[in-house]
C-alpha cells in the first residue's frame, strides 16, 4: 500500500533555531500534501496545502513566513518551522493524496518540542 | 461553531460493551465523511467511510444522516484493543480538505 514516510519522529530544538521536518511519499506520485498541527487533547488542524511545482495555501492564521512550505517534487515536501518558540511545541503531520488512487496517506508524524 | 463537533469523552467501558459515538458537521455541502482512529503519539487511520445507507465493517457501524448533519459510530463487543481516540473526519470536495473533529476517547477495561 502507499507508505509516506515522515522525519524526523521527534526533535528538540532552542528557541530561535529552524527546523525542517520531511515527508517522502515511497511507492506513488504525491500531487497535494496537507500539512497538519495537533496541540495535545486538540483535533488536527490543518496549516496548508500545497501541490507539487506551486506555492502552498496556507490556512487563516498561519504564518507563511514562519511556516515554510516546499512541495518541489512528487515525492517530497518540507516544512519548515523558522525561529522557532516554545509555543510552536507540537504535534505535526503530513498527509499526501496521490493522483492514481482516492486514499489520503499519513505520515508517522514529528513532535517538536522547542526549548 | 467548530465545522466537526463530538464530544470529548472519555467513554470508559467493560470489556464486551457497546458504544456509541456522535459527530455533527456544519457545512451542509459536505459530501463524503469517515471515522479515523487514532492512538496515542500517532497518525491518525482511518477506520471507515460513512454512507447514507450505514455500513458495517465486523463489529463497527457507521451511520450518517445528511438532514440533521449527523455522524454515528458504533462498535459493538468492545475490545481492549479498541482503546484509542476516535476522530469524525468531513471531506471538503471541492479542495480535498479533510476536516478533524476533536476526537473522542475510548478507554476499555477489562
Known amino acids: 500500500g502507499a507508505v509516506v514516510s515522515q522525519h524526523p519522529s521527534w526533535v528538540i530544538c532552542k528557541s530561535g533555531t529552524s527546523v525542517k521536518i520531511e515527508c517522502r511519499s515511497l511507492?506513488?506520485?504525491?500531487?497535494?500534501m496537507f500539512w497538519y498541527r495537533q496541540f495535545p487533547k486538540q483535533s488536527l488542524m490543518l496549516m496548508a496545502t500545497?501541490?507539487?511545482?506551486?506555492?502552498?495555501?496556507?490556512e487563516q492564521g498561519v504564518e507563511k513566513d514562519k511556516f515554510l512550505i516546499n512541495h518541489a517534487s512528487l515525492t517530497l515536501s518540507t516544512l519548515t518551522v523558522t525561529s522557532a518558540h516554545p509555543e510552536d511545541s507540537s504535534f505535526y503531520i503530513c498527509?499526501?493524496?496521490?493522483?492514481?488512487?482516492?486514499?489520503?496517506?499519513f505520515g508517522s508524524g514529528t513532535r517538536l518540542t522547542v526549548v | 461553531r467548530k465545522e466537526v463537533e463530538q464530544d470529548p469523552g472519555p467513554f470508559n467501558v467493560p470489556e464486551g460493551a457497546t458504544v456509541a459515538f456522535n459527530c455533527t458537521y456544519s457545512n451542509s455541502a459536505s459530501q463524503s465523511f469517515f471515522w479515523y482512529r487514532q492512538d496515542c503519539r500517532k497518525e491518525p487511520k482511518l477506520l471507515m467511510s460513512?454512507?447514507?445507507s450505514g455500513n458495517e465493517d465486523g463489529r463497527f457501524t457507521a451511520q450518517l444522516n445528511r438532514a440533521s448533519q449527523y455522524i454515528s459510530l458504533l462498535i459493538r463487543d468492545s475490545k481492549l484493543s479498541d482503546s484509542a481516540t476516535y476522530l469524525c473526519?468531513?471531506?471538503?470536495?471541492?479542495?480535498?480538505?479533510?476536516?478533524f473533529g476533536s476526537g473522542t476517547r475510548l478507554l476499555v477495561r477489562p
Open positions: 500545497s501541490n507539487e511545482g506551486s506555492k502552498a495555501t496556507y
Open positions: 460513512v454512507y447514507s
Open positions: 473526519v468531513v471531506l471538503m470536495d471541492s479542495s480535498y480538505k479533510l476536516i
Open positions: 511507492d506513488f506520485q504525491a500531487t497535494t
Open positions: 498527509s499526501a493524496l496521490g493522483a492514481e488512487s482516492y486514499g489520503y496517506t
